[in-house]
Nanobody, 123 residues
Framework: QLQLVESGGGLAQPGGSLRLSCAASGVTSVRYPMGWFRQAPGKEREGLACISTSGGATYYEEFVRGRATISRDNANNMVYLEMSNLRPEDTGVYYC????????????????WGQGILVTVSS
């Protein structure tokens, strides 16, 4: 069974950047497109980005396009999310996920969730 553990969260400055990591274990994550969700306080979870099994293709939701970069290291079963030009509204719990599909519908087919990690953007 695939397990996902996020790291790299914490306090970040507005205008700054962050890099979140997701370590997969139990079963190789290579077979899964991988993605990131977040949940801001008082709001529903929203998908941010997805990456194909090979890492050769990425998909970003429009509201983070240009500020987020998703990547993966299949040799080490790792997935990353980098975000720049952080805003206070980027505050929330970020989740690493494994999806059954890659592309525009990836959010609907999440099969595995990480436990989430808190990111706070504040001065």
């Amino acid at each position: 069974q695939l397990q996902l553990v996020e790291s790299g969260g914490g306090l970040a400055q507005p205008g700054g950047s962050l890099r979140l990591s997701c370590a997969a274990s139990g079963v190789t994550s290579v077979r899964y497109p991988m993605g990131w969700f977040r949940q801001a306080p008082g709001k529903e979870r929203e998908g941010l980005a997805c990456i194909s099994t090979s890492g050769g293709a990425t998909y970003y939701e429009e509201f983070v396009r240009g500020r987020a970069t998703i990547s993966r290291d299949n040799a080490n079963n790792m997935v990353y999310l980098e975000m720049s030009n952080l805003r206070p509204e980027d505050t929330g719990v970020y989740y690493c996920v494994a999806s059954a599909v890659f592309g525009g519908s990836w959010q609907k087919y999440v099969e595995v969730w990480g436990q989430g990690i808190l990111v706070t953007v504040s001065s």
